[in-house]
Each structure stands twice: as C-alpha cells, then as structure tokens.
C-alpha cells in the first residue's frame, strides 16, 4: 500500500525563509489518514500562485487518495477507473456540487474556492467517501510512512501548524518562522480527540 500521503506540493517563490521539520507520531492507519499544513496566522498568506490540479482516483469501490489538501483555488480531478459508475458529489462546505455519475476512464474537474474540509460522497455507493482540505494561502506537507515532515523556505511570518485527519479535532501547534531558522516539532495523534 502506497503510504505517501500528500500528493500535492506547492512550489515556493525563491527567498530567503526559515525551515519546519517534525515528525507525527501515531499508527499507521493514523499516518495514512493525516494531512499536515501550515496556516499563516494573521494577515493574508504569500501568494501561492496557481496550484497544479490534483487526481483523485475512484477504484475497487475507493476513492484514492482519501484524504488531500488543495490551496484555495486549488482544482481536483476525480477519475473513474473501476469497471462500474460512480458518481461524485459533495453536501458542501460552501456550495454544494454535483458532478454526476460517469464511466471509466472518464474524469471531471472541481475547483475549490470555499475553505473548509468538503466531503465527496457517491450516489451509487454510500460507502464511498474522501475530504479535500481546503486552506487559504497555506503550505502542504507530505508526510511519510514513518510520520515525518519537513517544509522548507518558509517565508518569515506567525504560522499554525495543522495536522488534520477524519473524525478527529485537528491538533495544532502555533510557531514563528523567521529567516535562517530552523524549527522542529513532535506531534502526538493518538492525543486527538474523537469528534462527534
Ligand atoms: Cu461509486
């Protein structure tokens, strides 16, 4: 099983910045499930430009990944690759959309202006389900199978460390980046609290 978690990655202006490491500790199904972000804290963030869309995938009855995290503005893909329909809608945060129900290979964009976690449901299969993480002038991490992340040329500013996952209250953990810095940080998941 793939375990890389955040497939989206942001290219920063060059500039001089500080550096993020840490690392999440937590199982690994808490680690599949995790997206970590820096919020700026305060005024507007950097500007990140236009992201580059982002495929979710529905197969073996799955969307895949199951969990991403997009810049507003960000686009998301959603492929059919199973032998069957699907379909692709969310109850919204913000709007609510519907993308309507496709073969395979077929693929139909979303665009997110709303931030907010937005779930993506399927008519067909209420089993189905994934959550785009929707952040203003953020960062996404990646985070590997052993829980650890790094962010790097950070512009100088107050940021919120976020680690968000389903069903959970994100935890989160304020820092300050200036330039040359180099900060790191250890977050435990088991510590998050169910959400109801
Ligand atoms: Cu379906």
């Known amino acids: 099983m793939m375990l890389s978690l955040v497939v989206f990655g942001l290219v920063q202006a060059s500039g001089a910045g500080g550096s993020v490491t840490g690392i999440l500790r937590g199982t690994p199904r808490d680690l599949l499930e995790t997206v970590i972000y820096l919020a700026p804290i305060g005024e507007r963030g950097a500007d990140l430009g236009s992201p580059d869309s982002l495929l979710i995938d529905q197969r073996g009855l799955r969307f895949w ?53 937005h779930v993506m449901l399927c008519h067909i ?40 996952r389903p069903r959970r209250v994100p935890i989160r953990h304020d820092l300050v980046v200036a330039i040359g810095t180099a900060t790191s940080v250890e977050l435990d998941l088991s510590n998050a609290q169910r959400r109801r």
């Open 65 to 117: 990944p199951r969990v991403v995290m997009v810049p507003t503005g960000g686009t998301v893909l959603f492929r059919n690759s199973d032998p069957i329909l699907h379909n692709v809608f969310s109850p919204g945060v913000g709007p609510e959309f519907d993308l309507g129900t496709y073969p395979r290979p077929d693929f139909r964009p979303h665009t997110f202006q709303t931030a907010g976690v």
């Open 125 to 164: 299969h209420p089993e189905m389900a994934a959550y785009i993480v929707v952040v203003p002038g953020g960062q996404a991490g990646a985070v590997d199978e052993r829980g650890r992340f790094r962010f790097d040329s950070v512009p100088p500013g107050a940021y919120q460390l976020v680690a968000w």
